[in-house]
């Protein structure tokens, strides 16, 4: 049976230290003590610094997951690879760009610029090879500063800083609405402006190979932010808002709510509407989560480190009909945590592990390489949090040896044999597997890779609906004609 | 083990052990569980 491939992946990251203040630990922390500000500033990384970071220098393709086994920690301190801000699935942005395409992706004149800072971005931004002069001349003209001072002062708007100047604000949606306050239309701004930024890199990718962004029938945004009103918080559509920037004329979409897991429930609803003939392309997109921004910046300065939660991430993903030269996703064995499982370990590790690889007759160890979370270590470690993917291959180590498929004395070396070290930001939805699916789908097409399982999890009893968290998974099988296969 | 007559607060953890299946092990021990809250920590 032929099943729908993954034609393009793309990724971003922003780097935006001024805005993680605004992330919702932060935000609480300084609301109780604003003496905090002037620490948190200190340990604040400059662009060179976070972008020559070897995690985020991995996340947007200039290096392989493995090559971080290698460096030396802590990976904060290294420079070795220099501050190549483009890598093969996407770029790292510098804030003033940023700032500017918040202002591109804003609709309804929320984001208003200082004057002056308003025309640097507007240079940067048509410098940039993915935006032109329609999109910078969304900008307008900006506003004196006195006029933002008086917003910021007087009129409930959030100011935008650089460097501890007010460059811009964001201002509140309506007089008495609470859902549209400045930090809500912020976040949600954040996670457009990110996903756009994504979705063009997508399409710079796939557009000279016959299928550009008019192709693409349906857009799902798999992210967790909350876009409505106050008789609909969190009805959505971020999908189409995204569609429409990023030249998805064919195209309408929808949210996807799961949690972290939003994304593998996502590919595999877009695979599902392929391989039912209902649409020919569609795209998952994730945008960044101005929440998690410093969220466990308490850990990093008790540590003396930087603050390591400064940049927003975002994917997107082309998800097409069967070909023969691209990855696909095998719809006969997909992973699911139904409700009968409940919570422990092995039960969740049984639904989403062994129960499809049964179908497909594998073993735990025929496949190749597992994605799991793959939060970045050196995030999580210093707050107490530990290593969340290394936990994950434990797991499924300790799941095949209780099945005889991997030996009880060499669980630790799971980890390296069939895992990856954790790159992506402390981003909600965008840790949640997919960062290696760009690399997965190089590896396939270069013959390095034949299978890989795609695990996502997500913390349903945050939202104190229910006790129950939830998981997806699902397998990626290389293209027959790639060259392992053609061996 | 027998926790008979004991209350306990669960504090579970979505990539560790969840809330859900410490309870089950608890009660199962005897004991009562009187708050149950799961976390996630990323």
């Known amino acids: 049976m032929q099943f729908p491939v993954i034609k393009a992946v793309s990724y971003a990251l922003a780097h935006t230290p001024d805005l993680v203040v605004y992330g919702s630990k932060p935000e609480r922390e300084l609301r109780k003590n604003p003496e905090l500000m002037q620490q948190i500033s200190e340990h604040l990384r400059s662009f060179e610094q976070a972008c020559a970071y070897p995690p985020h220098q991995v996340f947007i393709g200039s290096l392989p997951p493995e090559s971080l086994w290698d460096i030396p920690r802590p990976w904060w301190q290294s420079t070795q690879n220099g501050s190549a801000r483009f890598g093969s699935f996407g770029e790292f942005m510098p804030e003033t760009e940023f700032y500017g395409l918040l202002r591109i992706a804003d609709d309804f004149d929320l984001v208003q610029l200082e004057e002056n800072f308003l025309q640097s971005a507007r240079q940067r931004l048509l410098e940039h090879p993915l935006f032109g002069e329609e999109d910078v001349a969304r900008l307008g003209s900006g506003l004196p500063i006195s006029v933002i001072e008086t917003r910021v002062a007087n009129e409930g708007a959030l100011p935008l800083r650089q460097n501890g100047r007010t460059v811009g604000c964001v201002v509140k949606g309506h007089e008495e609405d609470p859902v549209l306050r400045a930090n809500f239309l912020l976040e949600n701004l954040a996670c457009k402006a990110s996903g756009v930024l994504a979705l063009r890199r997508l399409f710079e990718q796939t557009g000279g190979h016959g299928t550009p962004a008019s192709t693409v029938d349906y857009v799902i945004n798999s992210g967790e932010e909350a876009v409505g009103d106050r008789y609909q918080r969190g009805a959505g559509n971020l999908a189409k808002a995204m569609a429409e920037l990023s030249g998805c004329v064919n195209s309408t979409g929808s949210d996807v709510k799961a949690f972290c897991c939003g994304p593998i429930h996502s590919i595999v609803i877009a695979a599902g509407l392929i391989q039912g003939g209902i649409f020919e392309n569609v795209v998952v997109v994730g945008g960044g989560a101005l929440a998690k921004l410093g969220m466990k910046f308490r850990g990093h300065l008790s540590k003396a480190q930087p603050i390591l939660e400064d940049v927003l991430a975002s994917f997107a993903i082309l998800v097409g009909r069967h070909d023969d030269t691209n990855p696909s996703i095998r719809l006969d064995a997909i992973g699911k945590h139904d409700v009968r499982y409940g919570g422990s370990a092995q039960a969740i590790a049984e639904a989403l592990i062994a129960a499809p690889l049964e179908k497909l007759g594998l073993r735990i160890s025929d496949i190749d390489k597992y994605a799991v979370e793959l939060h970045d270590p050196e995030i999580t470690e210093s707050a107490g949090s530990g290593n969340i993917p290394q936990f994950n291959y434990r797991t499924i180590a300790s799941l095949a040896a209780i099945r005889g498929q991997w030996l009880r004395e060499e669980i630790k070396d799971f980890e390296r044999r069939h895992g990856l070290p954790g790159f992506s930001p402390t981003q909600g939805h965008v840790p949640s597997a997919v960062p290696y699916l760009g690399h997965a789908r190089e590896c396939m097409l270069r013959g390095e890779l034949k299978t890989a399982m795609f695990i996502g999890k997500g913390s349903l009893f945050l939202g104190k609906m229910t006790n129950l968290s939830d998981g997806m998974s699902f397998v990626l099988e290389a293209p027959a004609k790639s060259v392992v296969n053609q061996v | ?42």
């Open chain 2, 1 to 42: 083990m027998n926790l008979s007559g004991k209350k306990v607060i669960v504090l579970g953890e979505r990539d560790g052990v969840q809330g859900t299946a410490l309870t089950e092990c608890i009660k199962a021990a005897g004991a009562e569980i009187v708050l149950n809250i799961n976390q996630c920590f990323v």
